[in-house]
């Protein structure tokens, strides 16, 4: 079996070679021709080919990645190293979304998306991952590393398993993420996935807050398909973020150099398809918007990206609540059956999620230098996750950073 490496942005007889891959390896007769591409346009139409192919979140989609890089990725200085691989057929059986992130420990591979990207991993053709191993993956990078030379991988944020697949990623060392991602399975429909979430004192409640909202005036929901509302959705989506952080005195990392052209480009790329890049969903009494919620769709999952209240009057009646709840049930009736709120723990969460994604993070070096920022990121993350999953520990590590942002 063999594999062939080349580099897309260069002539390929000069990155090419042949690899044997280990016959301790489980993947027997399998031959893979590999390519490392460095800008997107190399790789956009088999990637947006095969991304309707494959189980993955929103986060790899095309556009989001490709938009991700563009605002975001490319300031801080990530270059793309976007792996994919076909088989003796000549069709693609992955696509690996990395970049290259250099840093005083050295350069590392890492999902492109990073901290903006709940859910990272690989696009693997279902049929295929099954053969990976961690023999085969690491062999995979170290024969990439004679061609691009980076020190280790910095995989963050991984799932477990995906539409009830195990990651191929899982058996390389790991450790556990510091946050658990939450999500909402109403494959039994949403009656009643909503019967079980919520006792029958919580329903009587939700329907109470709809009343109380309606009588401050018309209330509404809408889904931005026009590129007026999408600019005045976002524009009030900001507006109500900074009002409400500064009351809190916490720092928004969506207020970020980038992030708000980021979301502007990627909620103005076909909004009045059935699943745009990024649909916007809001709130209205009377034509003023009281709450917004962002996030996509891949197969048949939504995914929130973010949120905003607005905290005046109409906020003791939970408005962000009764948004969540009108979409979820709005993307039963549109025939998905699940809807994630993200990683990160949040009392709203545990209240609409009957569900959680187990992660993990891969750390890995290779080179001297690599080792070493690999064991630092590992502590530094068990340190994170202890720190997490003690309630009295998070309380006073949220009470330091209001402080620090004050």
């Known amino acids: 079996m063999s594999t062939a490496f080349l580099d897309s942005m260069a002539p390929k007889t000069d990155h090419s070679e042949t690899i044997a891959i280990a016959d301790a390896a489980t993947i027997e007769d399998l031959r893979t021709e590999i390519s490392i591409f460095q800008t997107f346009e190399d790789v956009e139409q088999i990637w947006r080919e095969f991304e309707t192919h494959t189980a993955i979140s929103c986060y790899q989609r095309f556009d989001f990645v490709e938009s991700w890089f563009k605002h ?9 190293f976007i792996m994919s691989g076909k088989d003796e057929n000549g069709e693609t059986v992955f696509i690996w979304p990395f970049v290259l992130k250099t840093t005083r420990l050295g350069t590392h591979l890492t999902w492109a998306g990073e901290k903006h990207a709940n859910y990272n991993m690989g696009l ?87 009343r109380r909202l309606s009588e401050m005036g018309e209330l509404t929901f809408e889904r931005a398909t026009r590129k007026e509302d999408v600019e ?37 790329r076909a909004p009045q398809e059935d699943q745009p890049p990024l649909e916007l969903h809001a709130l209205l009494i009377n034509g003023e918007i009281l709450s917004i919620y962002g996030g996509a769709i891949a197969g048949n999952r939504f995914s929130a990206f973010f949120n905003s209240i607005d905290i005046g009057p109409a906020s003791r009646y939970s408005v962000g609540d009764t948004l969540l709840h009108h979409m979820i049930l709005d993307c039963a009736e549109r025939g998905l059956t699940s809807f994630d709120l993200g990683i990160g723990e949040a009392g709203y969460k545990q209240q609409w999620c009957n569900k ?51």
């Not at 975001?72 to 793309?80: A, E, T």
């Not at 952080?245 to 969506?254: E, I, T």
């Open 72 to 80: 975001l990725g490319k300031d801080h200085g990530f270059q793309p």
């Open 124 to 210: 693997n053709r279902l049929d295929w991952a099954p053969y990976l191993n961690r023999q085969v993956i690491l062999e995979v990078f170290r024969k990439a590393r004679e061609i691009f030379s980076f020190d280790g991988i910095h995989l963050q944020n991984q799932p477990e398993t995906w539409d009830g697949r195990q990651n191929p990623f899982l058996p390389l060392k790991r450790n556990a993420s510091p946050s658990y991602g939450y999500w909402a399975d109403f494959a039994e429909g949403f009656d009643v996935y909503f019967k079980n979430i919520k006792s029958k004192r919580a329903r009587k409640r939700i329907r109470w807050q709809q």
């Open 232 to 268: 005045r959705f976002l524009e009030r989506h900001f507006e109500l973020r900074e009002i409400r952080f500064k009351s809190l005195g916490k720092y928004d990392a969506l207020s970020e150099a980038g992030v708000r052209e980021f979301l502007t480009d990627l909620s103005s």
């Open 356 to 406: 959680t994604d187990v992660m993990f993070d891969t750390y890995f070096g290779f080179s001297v230098k690599g080792k070493i920022s690999a064991t630092i990121f590992s502590y530094a993350q068990r340190l994170k996750r202890m720190v997490k999953q003690k309630s009295q520990l998070l309380k006073m590590a949220l009470w330091l950073q209001s402080i620090k942002n004050r």
